[in-house]
Each structure stands twice: as structure tokens, then as C-alpha cells.
């Protein structure tokens, strides 16, 4: 079995060509995407490692293969689809939230079109799917230096491009419409109900601030509003003045402001509003708050060695 970044990259064009002989509406194009949607993203894997497609076990006969030093006698095993894909997103910022579920849920038509009766990609025309599916394997190359034209060739990544181009288009008019239409309803109100309404959302932003929020300003009424994210990469730990300080780098995903009631959702609504910009989230703790230490003379010691003999008795039942 080949874990090998190459083939594995040379068997996802072929498969995407084979897609592409097909009409972009009929069933084939559709199975012969999300085939080759997987092998782009055990490809992505493999330029990290080859041993990370190898499913685990306790006696690493798989990874063994991976180093090529495996057993003829035992056939190797690879990852599941779904653990592919979820190891792209902790693997890679470039694959975002939206790429996985997109992902996934061609995946998930493949397997109904494999495994059962339905007619699955018949009854999920490309509209549905088709630009989430080029963005996702746009993320997928890009993470291996390579680019859509190199995947799918020139005429078929022209095609690509000029849909994710439509497509985020439509999302930036749409957002400016919605920004238009809040900011209208807003203006329309009273000076003291704009003054109340603004008030209101600055202590609600004080407060969510303390829940990890991030605080901005909402691109319609200009009113306190916030943002919530997904973290993502390393924490970066620095000792200051006594305490720990751990920061953290986050992505944006959702925006709301309670003044004018504006909504966004996803990264390319708020990158279209302008809010996109990841951001960077700072937390402090006590060094006995982060590295977890007891002070034995005024800590309650009963729960630390319950959970020690409880640790231990399982380490021996193991055995």
C-alpha cells in the first residue's frame, strides 16, 4: 500500500479527469469528485508524513508499513475518510470549518451512492455543492504548494476560479444588502432609541468580552458588537511579571450587534463586512492555575489521591 504524497496526488488528478469527462450535472461528475476529494486530502497528510494515514494500534503494525518496515504477513490499514479530513483541519489553517463540512458531506453522498439503493448525487445537483467543493480542494493544494491549475489543468481550473469568483461576488452583496437594510432600520428610530439601543449593546459587549468574545464595531449602526472564532494553531506560552500569559491566534466564524440586530455568519460573510481579520486571544492564569500544582499544607488532598488510585487500579486491571 503507498501512503506516498506523489501517488497519492497523481491518483486524485486522474480521478478529477475522470470526473470532468463527465457532464457537471450528471451523477458521475459528482461520485468522481468526492473520490478524488479524498485522495487530495490523504495527499495533503502525506506531505506532512505518510505515517499519519496509517490507522493506529497498539503494536504499530500499520505505521510500520508506513516506515516501510512492516510485515508482509499483515496488510496495512489506513485512517477512516471522515478522520482524514478532520486531521486536514487540525493540520492546516488554509482548510477551514467550512471546508470540512463541505468535505464531509460529499463524502457522506458517496457513501449513500456506494452503500445503498439511492440515487444520491441525483438527488444533490452541483449547484448545492459545487463551489464548496472547489473551495475545498483549492485549500487542499494551496497547503501542498501546488495550485487548482496544476490539479485540474488549465481549461477546468478557469472554470473553478471563475465559480468561487461568482460565488464570493454573491456573498459580498448580499452582506452589503444586509448592512444596507439594518443601517436603514436603524436611522429610522429616534435619537434617544439609537442613544438606548447603543447603550445596551456596549454593556452586552463588556460583558461577552469576558466570555471570550472579541469586541468591534458593527459595520451598520457603528454600535459596540462582537465576534466569535475558532482557535487554531499552537498557544504561544510567556511568562510576565509573575503570571503566565497564553495567547492564541483565532479565526473568526460569527458576528452579532444587539443595537441594529445584524447577523453574520462564517468566515466569508464577515471578511465581505470586513470583520474578517483573525485576532488574537490572551488569557492569564497563576502559575499553580496552569501547571495544575497542590499546595499540600491548604489544599484538600482527598480528591487528588482518589483520582491517583483510581488511575493506578486501572493501570493494573489493564495489565
Known amino acids: ?18 470526473a470532468f469527462d463527465e457532464a457537471t450535472e450528471e451523477p458521475l461528475f459528482g461520485l468522481w469528485c468526492s473520490l ?11 506531505s506532512i508524513s505518510p505515517a499519519l494515514l496509517a490507522e493506529p494500534d497498539r503494536d504499530h503494525r500499520f505505521l510500520l508499513h508506513a516506515l516501510k518496515r512492516g510485515s508482509e504477513r499483515i496488510t496495512p490499514q489506513s485512517i477512516g475518510t471522515v478522520q482524514v479530513f478532520n486531521l486536514c483541519r487540525t493540520l492546516f489553517d488554509d482548510f477551514s470549518k467550512d471546508d470540512l463540512t463541505a468535505a464531509v458531506a460529499l463524502v457522506n ?13 441525483d438527488e444533490y445537483p452541483e449547484k448545492l455543492w459545487l463551489p464548496d467543493f472547489f473551495r475545498a480542494c483549492r485549500s487542499l ?30 456573498v459580498r452583496q448580499k452582506v452589503l444588502n444586509l448592512i444596507a437594510a439594518h443601517q436603514k432600520v436603524f436611522d429610522a428610530k429616534s435619537p434617544d432609541e439609537k442613544t438606548t439601543a447603543s447603550a445596551k449593546a456596549k454593556a452586552e459587549s463588556d460583558q461577552l468580552a469576558h466570555l471570550r468574545h472579541h469586541r468591534v464595531t458593527c459595520p451598520s449602526c457603528n454600535s459596540d458588537a462582537t465576534v466569535q472564532g475558532e482557535p487554531f494553531g499552537p498557544e504561544h506560552v510567556a511568562h510576565q511579571d509573575g503570571e503566565i500569559l497564553v495567547r492564541r491566534t483565532v479565526s473568526p466564524r460569527s458576528f452579532s450587534c444587539s443595537a441594529c440586530g445584524l447577523k453574520l455568519q462564517g468566515y466569508a460573510e464577515l471578511d465581505a463586512a470586513q470583520l474578517g481579520g483573525q485576532y488574537t486571544r490572551r488569557t492569564t492564569f497563576s502559575p499553580q492555575e496552569y501547571y495544575g500544582m497542590i499546595d499540600p499544607e491548604s489544599d484538600d488532598m482527598s480528591e487528588v489521591i482518589n483520582k491517583y488510585l483510581a488511575d493506578m487500579a486501572d493501570e493494573y486491571d489493564n495489565d
Open 1 to 18: 500500500m503507498s501512503w506516498e504524497r506523489d501517488p497519492l496526488w497523481a491518483k486524485a488528478r486522474l480521478f478529477f479527469e475522470r
Open 36 to 46: 478524488g476529494l479524498e485522495l487530495l486530502a490523504r495527499a495533503a497528510i502525506a
Open 109 to 121: 453522498r458517496r457513501n449513500q451512492e456506494l452503500h445503498t439503493g439511492a440515487a444520491a448525487f
Open 141 to 170: 493544494t494551496k497547503v501542498q504548494g501546488e495550485t487548482l491549475e496544476s490539479l485540474f489543468g488549465q481549461d477546468e481550473a478557469k472554470f473553478a476560479s471563475e465559480i468561487l469568483d461568482e460565488t464570493n461576488k454573491e
